[in-house]
């Protein structure tokens, strides 16, 4: 996954609050034991793409991050690619 594909240039800052809105139910739906284990992916997911794009992750608190992160593996970050230029 490439990491900063989301930037000021090619997104408009009002997506920031629909996204980063959307974080804390996002966390209550994973920690749901009824989350069935392909919506739990989902989020999984799209935690992972959240947090590689410093766009969103910098609107983010460090509780929603380190919440976000405790989903994904420890070397989650390890995967990320630079863009080619």
Excluded: R
Excluded at 22 to 40: H, I, K, N, P, Y
């Amino acid at each position: 996954m490439y990491k900063n594909v989301i930037t000021s240039e090619n997104t408009p800052d009002s997506h920031k609050a629909v996204i980063v809105s959307q974080v804390d139910g996002q966390l209550v739906e994973a920690a749901d034991s009824e989350t069935s284990a392909e919506q739990l992916q989902c989020l999984k997911d799209h935690f992972l793409w959240l947090l590689s794009n410093d766009f969103y992750k910098d609107e983010c608190s460090a509780e929603q991050v380190s919440s976000m992160e405790s989903y994904l593996p420890a070397d989650y970050a390890d995967g990320y690619e630079d863009l080619p230029e």
